[in-house]
């Protein structure tokens, strides 16, 4: 595991100056884990990750949830299903392209598993899995993921997030570095309650030459990495998780302005990126049993959404940093090779030249 | 005011088997009040229809609602803000196509003068008005309504709705027939509550050849009185209100199933008809002001969904069916005529053959 | 296979008056073809069936595609990327719910193996695989099909198409019936051309009770067959293929057409549905590779889609009743039983009452 | 008018290294043009900007065109049908956002002028107007726009575009500073081909704290000119046109990457802003009839529309910043006060600390 030094904040950066949340990551949002399984062996660098909205049966008890997809450029499966009903009934798994299917079956072995029910006396369920192209590190045409590794990853869920080259991020690049998976959260008001929103994002976009850091161009270095490859592909999947009583809705503008943390790195969304953004509450969970027939459910006055769409801007543009100073430099398909953009630190400091943002 | 047996109803014939609401009309669901504005003179033969989901100041207590845009080849105002927060803050206005702005600028009288708040110590507000194409009967590019026509139709709401060539139906045609303004209910129970839908429809769309009564083709009937005009074009709007307490999202769910209705009656949603639904329970107001943070709302268990959506196919297709009863011959713009319906209704029935459906 | 005298033609009944192609099937659209893999043994009663939109190589040269989501209760792969780039760029497969995975592992498969540069000297491809739900006659758990049934469904493509209880359609239910593969075409004429507009339906949807036949309601037939379940559960997928040069936006409005084909069978689109339209035009091509920076298209004037609505909303319809007419009894899963429509044919007649519709 | 020094790039700052067009303004596009009509008296601050696609009669030959609601929190006319049918078929007008109604009734003077046939021979036409909410600086309930101020404001189109405190901009406000029209834009290579892009944007959102020029951080500035009002309220409304010849489809996928162009000025997508953009390109019309039944379009290959995603993020962002160089400031309703922010140019460029970003 990557030492925790390695976040953004300990390079003494800060986005933004809403707080965050106890561990700065998506599990800050109680009931909330994640869970990974890696895979890095020679030109196999590739693997999955798995989140968890709370620990019970999600089919029995879904969690309101919505998609906004940024850009389509991609091959989720189960995203149709959340945006008519709004619910997510399965956990979460990101992996890589060519691998959805495998992950989207061991995902169905879990909650089969856990639901003999489904397909028998209800009916079916709709596995949710995302997930980005690692084709330049790993040998993604291998499919080396198999539906034990989804279940592995789905095993491993902890409420501690490890971050960069790790699970679905093993093999990921962002911006000509080695990008990876990346997390932070931010705390909102309202009234007298304290409310967490979680970033989590698996970062495999951007353009070299586009980087920046809190405002703070970093294209050039960013381009010296990689002479090759300079066009913002790639993709990136960002989960928003919430403890704030939202509606589906609700969820879906929240999960739209994953958009803007995502400008704020330098991305212009550009045409081959699969960029999908995946928003759920879990204060409330929504029965699959109609044994109350009109159940009653809290909702944050949408006038209160204002400081959750700051977190979002927040929070995702500091999950797309910390998947970069997290991840360690990999070399996977043909020697293709990522560096950890931490090995230019301290040139990216002397250029920030302050350490906390005045936002 | 045409006689209340010109429903279908009257004539014996029930759409499917669900019991109506006592009035059989969108005002069945408590609250909800219909005006309208009548100009029949020569060749001026348009109108206003007014429909308010509650007594109260919309603005400051809103209600949830939802729209879905069967095909968009329409002029509404509105629709964009009701889509994003999912709540209707002002009456709904129905029009011909060229004086959406005339409407408009009326229902913004009215609002702004309910609310002296608006545009000073508050936001904005948001008018909704939909539109059919009249030109037909109607002089429609003389634009004959005015602001002071919306705020009578507003002025004429009553729990009564009339049906037929009344108010914005004044000028409409329908599968080649005098359309105009119709309604109908449906009630739905949910464990021991017993909830009404209902819907009112501007009806302006049909090709002559592709009328159905609950099943029965009648398109050569309606080719006679319709020697030249034989497409799907013109447009119709749709509203429905309930009073089972429903999420916005759920009410997107009840519009969409409107084209059902449609369909019913022989339309295939052609491609110059702009056609739309619009959805708003008011079992629960939300209000603007952000005093209680997060309220508490109840929401009908998806399940229960299931009988909402029979009641807005059967009930959007006697809508259309009471559009065309109830509808008296016109004769308008250079002596261009739409006949009602009832004029054949011996034959229509004789065709039908059974008083009542099976479904 | 099924003899050609099932279809609802060879019963006498005619849909609308637009004449049909030849075989009066999708792969009247030349160059379009289909193909089966059936699994019919005691409990495994499911399948894939296989839709090619061209002979060739579809991800180096793409169809103009779209997608129209009617309810989204579904399960689906590969639809994001369809709607976001306007093109299709696999083989389309359908199968049972728990087996998209499978299915698309094995269209991966086909898609690596034709095209080696992808997922290395290119980007990924998109695989696009539907379903429905076989679960009451299939033991839908077990998750039979493997790979290998999508590469011999992909195999067995020709320019035939055999109908009802096959490929995807082995298990599938419809209206309390047995439903499965169905399907149907028409001819467009636009100047001095004519176009072919052909529809397949994979058909598991339907309230016992609200069946029709060109308007004639047999849900009290259909309730006989199906004691037990009467609610529009299931699903139904819809593929349109046409050669009638189209723009992606024209194929949505298209396949947004579907619809009243569904309503025209009796469907009211049931919440727990899964109702999902694909559309695709194979009148031209769009080439993978960039080499001619601004190619040239045919796009039919929007006026001209008339015709299309028209034949979309006929050949639906009929392409379910040839689902049904087709389909042999099934026994399946706990002796679960689907009958074929056809053991009622002489009913179904008598009740309809004549051999051709008016419309 | 205010000088051309006022621009971005005269006080020495580019964004980005693509290059502009001749006057880096929208109408850099040959054959669009702008014009104004400015009412600024007391507590009346508000006008009307008008946008023609070209310069010929636009219902007879359309432009492709698409819109993107980035926050429907608006109030727009017209969107729907430039949604369904990928067309514009009148010029643009922006105004306040309760004088949609009047201006949509100008601009249906001129276009049903220009059009005798519309509502007699052929169907209606679909006016497209768009607003902000001047309310601060001008006193909005008075609804002071009348028809003919949208008629001048079609009248004054020339292809030169004045900034700042004109037209609809003369009461907006953006990041509490004065806001109002901006336009910027950037040329793009394809093959031997250069096309240009252009945005202009009337600005009237932002939170005083989050400004951001090129990256560097000025929300402190901004909150000392606006003690009272800190969050992204308003809206905003960008147009983007271009020469190079793209699909709706595509026109969309342009318009959807303008959030990354807000982003990058500090916008997190406030709850209460209705962000909207329109994009069009006219380098080919689609004519209203019908006589070519197959015609033929260029459509530049998806791969080229990378280039074009970057010219919008970069020509919004800059656009955004010239509607605040070019704004002199603004006395209006109750004595408020929205300050040009050149009166700080001195401080910002300091700060900036740099003429030309790196990216």
Not at 239 to 267: E, F, H, N, Y
Not at 295 to 307: G, K, M, S
Request: hydrophobic residues 40%; proline residues 3%; negative net charge.
């Amino acid at each position: 595991m990557v030492e925790q030094t390695a976040a953004l904040r300990h390079w003494g950066v800060s986005i933004g100056t809403m707080p965050t949340g106890a561990a700065n990551s998506l599990t800050d949002v109680a009931g909330v884990t994640v869970g990974h399984c890696t895979l890095a062996d020679d030109a196999i660098q590739t693997g999955v990750t798995a989140i968890k909205p709370h620990p019970g049966n999600l089919f029995r008890n879904k969690v309101p949830a919505a998609v906004h997809v940024i850009n389509g450029f991609g091959k989720s499966i189960g995203l149709v299903q959340v945006d008519e009903l709004g619910v997510l009934e399965t956990p979460i798994l990101l992996t890589n392209t060519f691998s959805i299917a495998s992950a989207a079956d061991g995902l169905l072995d879990y909650c089969l598993g856990q639901s003999p029910e489904v397909g028998v006396t209800t009916g079916t369920i709709n596995p949710v899995v995302c997930e980005c192209n690692d084709g330049y590190l790993n040998e993604i045409r291998g499919r080396h993921i198999t539906r034990q590794h989804a279940l592995e990853a789905l095993a491993n869920c902890t409420s501690q997030v490890d971050q960069g080259s790790v699970g679905a991020g093993r093999g990921m690049s962002c911006f000509g570095w080695k990008g990876g998976v990346g997390s932070s959260s931010r705390l909102i008001s309202v009234g007298d309650a304290t409310y967490t929103l979680g970033a989590l994002v698996l970062s495999n976009f951007g353009d070299a030459g586009w980087l920046r850091l809190d405002g703070t161009p970093l294209g050039d270095l960013a381009a010296s990495a990689d002479p090759e490859r300079s066009e913002d592909k790639g993709s990136v999947i960002i989960v928003l998780a919430t403890d704030m009583p939202c509606s589906s809705r609700q969820l879906q503008r929240l999960a739209k302005r994953s958009v803007v943390g995502l400008a704020r790195t330098g991305s212009y969304i550009g045409q081959g990126s699969g960029d999908i953004a995946l928003a759920f509450s879990n204060a409330q969970t929504k029965p699959h049993r109609a044994e109350d027939a009109v159940p009653t459910f809290q909702e944050v006055h949408e006038d209160h959404l204002e400081q959750g769409f700051q977190a979002v801007a927040l929070a995702v543009e500091e999950a797309v940093w910390n998947s970069l100073t997290y991840a360690e430099t990999v070399v996977g398909r043909s020697g293709h090779t990522r560096q950890g953009i931490s090995v230019r630190k301290d040139e990216i400091l002397r250029r920030h030249g302050r350490g906390h943002s005045t936002l």
